[in-house]
């Protein structure tokens, strides 16, 4: 059975920093770029950032580029988001999850989704 499983999450003051880590079990994915997602309440899922699988390519959303970084150690079957200096709109939950193609930042596009792990950044 394929399986994501995000950790690191937690509750932290703005202008912190956190580590997110998405460990894969059951399989690898060889080839396959992974991707950060991010949900808050009452909000649709969006796009926070993407690693090729040589970590040669990195795609950020705007709203937290030049904050967050993607890195991934394949040896390792992992991938890590580190956010650094937090804002309160950054809470939300954020998944992990494997792209099979189409466009990097389009939700749909990805597959085998993590159950997610919740980041609160308090004012």
């Known amino acids: 059975q394929v399986q994501l499983v995000e950790s690191g999450g937690g509750l932290v003051q703005a202008g912190d920093s956190l580590r997110l880590s998405c460990a894969a079990s059951?399989?690898?994915?060889?080839?396959?770029?992974m991707g950060w997602f991010r949900q808050a309440p009452g909000k649709e899922r969006e796009f926070v950032g993407y690693?090729?699988?040589?970590?040669?390519?990195?795609y950020y959303a705007n709203s937290v580029k030049g904050r967050f970084t993607i890195s991934r150690d394949n040896a390792k079957n992992t991938m890590y988001l580190q956010m650094s200096n937090l804002k309160p709109e950054d809470t939300a939950v954020y998944y992990c999850?494997?792209?099979?193609?189409?466009?990097?930042?389009?939700?749909?596009?990805?597959?085998?989704w993590g159950q997610g792990t919740q980041v609160t950044v308090s004012s």
């Open positions: 690693i090729s699988w040589s970590n040669e390519i990195t």
């Open positions: 059951g399989r690898t994915f060889s080839g396959y770029g």
């Open positions: 999850a494997v792209r099979f193609g189409g466009v990097i930042m389009r939700a749909r596009d990805y597959g085998v």
